[in-house]
């Protein structure tokens, strides 16, 4: 499983941008994919997943109603439209994929040992 993220850059605050997640690399058809970050001196934080099965959604309480996830249209690339941004969204942001419909659990340590990651982008936002 190959993933390879795209779309961050530094915007300023209330401002906006669109990440990319490109999957390859596996035949299954029915995976979790989402998004986790890390800002400096924290720890990785998930922030949003999807099934491609059944579409359900998670997000992280902080980000909901600012962020949306979305799957491409042929459920090899997830989407995160991050509007509304704010200083504390500064972060190191990973796509990762876990094979199942595990959306709701993916940001729990029980998938830890399962989840493919990319190698992350970083988005930057100034007050």
């Known amino acids: 499983v190959q993933l390879v993220e795209s779309g961050g850059a530094s915007v300023q605050a209330g401002g906006s941008l669109r990440l990319s997640c490109a999957a390859s690399?596996?035949?299954?058809?029915?995976?979790?994919i989402g998004w986790f970050r890390q800002a400096p001196g924290k720890e990785r934080e998930g922030v949003s997943s999807?099934?491609?099965?059944?579409?359900?959604?998670f997000y992280l309480d902080s980000v909901r109603g600012r962020f949306t996830t979305s799957l491409g249209a042929a459920k090899k690339s997830v989407y995160l439209q991050m509007n509304s941004l704010k200083p504390e969204d500064t972060a190191v942001y990973f796509c990762?994929?876990?094979?199942?419909?595990?959306?709701?659990?993916?940001?729990?340590?029980?998938?830890?040992?399962?989840?493919?990651w990319g190698r992350g982008t970083q988005v930057t936002v100034s007050s």
């Open positions: 999807i099934n491609t099965l059944d579409d359900r959604t």
């Open positions: 690399g596996f035949k299954f058809t029915d995976y979790a």
């Open positions: 990762a994929l876990v094979q199942g419909s595990y959306a709701d659990v993916l940001f729990t340590e029980l998938m830890g040992p399962y989840i493919y």
